[in-house]
């Protein structure tokens, strides 16, 4: 088996990234340009580690589903932010890296009310898929669990996330 370089979750990059969405303002005014939807369901980002990421996500008017929850299709932009955050921290921390979702799955297990918590502890297996997409030129696969807790801290929702990285060549 190759051995690849170890990914440097923290680099200098990495935690220029996170201090820049980690401001309230420039994340709503990035989500305003680049995620008008995510910015339109008042996602907010609460927590941005190299090893995870936390979002949340409560129940309004255009959250809303007829059944009085929150629609599960803000439910998953929710849960695949908390991973594609991280996803984006590892890619502005090199060379230029092609990202994308091709694959979800998901399960609920609770009806969504109140505010909505989803937590992505998948940031170390993203950064190794990265570093190796980077090394061997590539594609890497990485398969990420969002899990969302309610107020009450019982599992909502949880969401299987299957990330695709690619280093551009140049």
């Known amino acids: 088996m190759a051995s690849f370089p170890l990914p440097v979750a923290d680099s200098p990059a990495a935690a220029a990234f996170r201090r820049q969405v980690l ?30 990421a936390t979002v949340t996500l409560r129940y309004k008017y255009l959250t809303q589903n007829p059944f009085r929850s929150i629609y599960f299709a803000c439910l998953a932009m929710a849960a695949e932010l908390a991973s594609g955050i991280q996803a984006m921290m590892q890619v502005q921390s090199g060379g230029p890296v092609s990202m994308l979702v091709v694959g979800l799955t998901a399960e609920f297990s609770k009806k969504a009310v109140g505010t909505v918590a989803f937590t992505c502890p998948d940031g170390l297996a993203i950064a190794q898929a990265v570093a190796e997409s980077r090394a061997t030129g590539e594609g890497r696969m990485v398969v990420c669990t969002s899990t ?8 909502v929702a949880v969401f299987k996330i299957t990330w695709s990285f690619r280093a551009k060549m140049k």
């Open 23 to 52: 401001s309230p303002a420039k994340l709503r005014l990035f989500m305003l340009r680049k995620l008008p939807m995510a910015w339109l369901a008042g996602l907010r980002l609460r927590a941005l580690t190299p090893e995870a």
């Open 148 to 155: 969302g807790l309610d107020e009450a801290g019982d599992v």
